[in-house]
DNA sequence: CGGGATCCATTCTGATACTG
DNA sequence: CAGTATCAGAATGGATCCCG
């Protein structure tokens, strides 16, 4: 019943369908539009193995910027992924850590990491006859 | 031999330790920040259905501008997810499809896309108490 | 119809300096 | 140590005009 009319796979019961995909009454972009960030990922990707401190993380992930590092962290905080925990000593420190929810969603994510480290010598090859027919 | 000291996910062999998430040799960074912009995701979602025509593709994302969804387009196609076909009608229509390689990413992608759906309240929840509790 | 080229407004990022 | 504040440059997005 109604089965090729819709798209195949099920994303339609609580998440959006192709006629609803405008701005913001889309569930799943509205997940996905923050977590797809430049540094989210790497973020989540480290402290889905332990928790970490401010000074750590930045080590961790050489090339991002302090600011960048405060501002991703206060975002998935934010939603709910990561926990921010400040102990009071001196100098104070300040650890971050994945929660349930964090965790929960590592688990897909981390299928797509993984496709991405197996796969990238095919996106590289990709890139590569692209960029070669493209010359004149 | 040598559990715990490493990440306990699965990522080394062929994708990037800890130690080496420098700019530019992780190879899963070099594939995920392609495929985290703002409208990849969704334009491979739309794909992976059917192919579909500029137009169309436009129509079904009404708040992508044409630039963008050009861009976006060669982005993926240049990293092989999709493929672009020209028919020389009149006037030209041209049509968008997902490759083989396409496809098996978006195998893992939808994970990701039906935890969005599912967990989208979770999160919503999280942003509430959150932006409650740093007003003074 | 499916873009490319250009101009402009907005947003994002990174480097630097300063604070509790 | 863990940020906040500021500023400049890069990237992003929209609008308009043009072309095959």
Redesign the interface.
Known sequence: MAVATK?????D????D?SE???GNC???????RI???WS??IL??L??KPYRFGELRR????ISQRMLTQTLRDL????YIDRKVFPTKPPSVEYSMTA?GH??F??????????????H??????A???ESDMA
């Open positions: 798209r195949s796979f099920m994303l019961e609580q998440g959006c192709v995909w405008d701005a569930p799943v972009r509205d997940v996905i539009e797809s960030g430049k990922t790497l990707e480290a889905a193995e961790l992930v050489p090339d905080q934010r939603d709910g929810l929960s969603l688990e897909p994510l981390l299928k797509v990491l993984q496709w991405a480290a197996a796969n990238h095919s996106v590289k090859a990709a890139r006859r692209y960029d």
